[in-house]
């Protein structure tokens, strides 16, 4: 079946450390997006990319960081850098920009 | 700039009709969406309606569009249990090269 996997499901980060969460999607989506959820605060874009080797930031880009060297991976690092990391990672594809995006399930980050 | 609005919360009876509302500001919108996200998960896309349609219907979703208001709704018929979920509207640009804007979502819970 075709679809977005996000990992892990539940990551825990020590102060001072960067973790890196997955998503891959084999749906042969040109764009890929990161998307951080806290309550009450609907969806913020992190970053996204329309399409391999380019990427573009979102509206809450510091403190994070992607790459994009195949088409169906985008991961996402959260540096040190970000001082507020805990909240709900969604990734998502699309065939194009304006079109619907499919969604993982979500990696929860939380600090130790 | 692009902004869309819900509001936070609706509760219904289990077997009453819901109707979740949602504004857009942008004008020269190509679709919007509607997303349910259930608690832990990622958002399913549930539907969609081309800016320029009026209505649209699928089984117990109807989507309706006042384009003069700038106002989409969803209203879902005989409401269950299991439509207990947060909803996401979302409109894309006709710009083509940004992705979509999401609202805060609707968080939906059906009394029974």
């Known amino acids: 079946d075709g679809g977005i996997t996000q990992s892990p499901k539940y990551l825990f980060r020590k102060e001072g450390q960067n973790v890196t969460l997955s998503c891959e999607q084999n749906?042969?989506?040109?764009?890929m997006y990161w998307y951080r959820q806290d309550p009450g605060q609907g969806l913020r874009l992190i970053y996204y990319?329309?399409?391999?080797?380019?990427?573009q930031k979102g509206d809450i880009a510091e403190g994070y960081s992607v790459s994009r060297e195949k088409k169906e991976s985008f991961p996402l690092t959260v540096t040190s850098a970000q001082k507020n990391p805990t909240a709900f990672y969604l990734c998502?594809?699309?065939?194009?920009?304006?079109?619907?995006?499919?969604f993982g399930d979500g990696t929860r980050l939380s600090i130790l | 700039g692009e902004d869309v609005e819900q509001s936070l919360f609706l509760s219904v009876r289990e077997g009453d009709s819901s109707v979740i509302n949602c504004t857009y500001t942008?004008?020269?919108?190509?679709?919007l969406y509607w997303y349910k996200q259930e608690p832990g998960a990622g958002l399913q896309l549930l539907t969609y309606?081309?800016?320029?349609?009026d209505m649209k219907q699928d089984q117990r979703l109807t989507v309706l569009l006042n384009k003069k208001d700038k106002h989409l709704s969803l209203r879902i018929a005989d409401t269950q249990t299991g439509d207990s979920a947060i909803y996401f509207c979302?409109?894309?640009?006709?710009?083509?090269?940004?992705?979509?804007?999401f609202g805060k979502g609707t968080r939906l819970s059906v009394i029974a």
């Open positions: 942008d004008s020269s919108s190509t679709y």
């Open positions: 990319s329309q399409i391999v080797n380019d990427f």
């Open positions: 309606i081309f800016s320029n349609m």
């Open positions: 749906l042969n989506h040109d764009a």
């Open positions: 979302a409109e894309s640009m006709i710009s083509g090269n940004t992705p979509l804007v």
């Open positions: 998502a594809s699309s065939t194009g920009v304006i079109q619907p995006q499919h």
